[in-house]
Nanobody, 122 residues
Framework: QVQLVESGGGSVQAGGSLRLSCVGS????????MAWFRQAPGKEREGVAL??????SYTDSVKGRFTISQDSAKNTVYLQMNNLKPEDTAMYYC?????????????????WGQGTQVTVSS
């Protein structure tokens, strides 16, 4: 089993920054790929970024603004979000799966955190 706990959400004005953290525990095999997703009210859950073995991937709308990183010694994955926009407002979730599939498709992830809210005002 894998447990994931997110933190770091909050309310900021457009152009501001936030750093989300996700602490993982449990089966390391099933934490081979770590990802951040987000879901705004009335919208589907969207893949934001993923990381595995130092390789990263981002959805187009956050490229150049968000950075995903990992501190293996602390079992923690971060999402640094800069130049935030109102359309970034959503609940942000950390997710994990094994390395057999590398994808930002939410349906392919087995383990999820409880989420942390990010609100960006204009």
């Amino acid at each position: 089993q894998v447990q994931l706990v997110e933190s770091g959400g909050g309310s900021v004005q457009a152009g501001g920054s936030l750093r989300l953290s996700c602490v993982g525990s449990g089966d390391t095999y099933n934490r081979g790929v770590m990802a951040w997703f987000r879901q705004a009210p009335g919208k589907e859950r969207e893949g934001v970024a993923l990381i595995y073995s130092g390789t990263t991937s981002y959805t187009d709308s956050v490229k150049g603004r968000f950075t995903i990183s990992q501190d293996s010694a602390k079992n923690t994955v971060y999402l640094q979000m800069n130049n935030l926009k109102p359309e970034d407002t959503a609940m942000y979730y950390c997710a994990a799966r094994n390395r057999f599939i590398i994808s930002l498709n939410a349906r392919l992830y087995n383990y999820w955190g409880q989420g942390t809210q990010v609100t960006v005002s204009s």
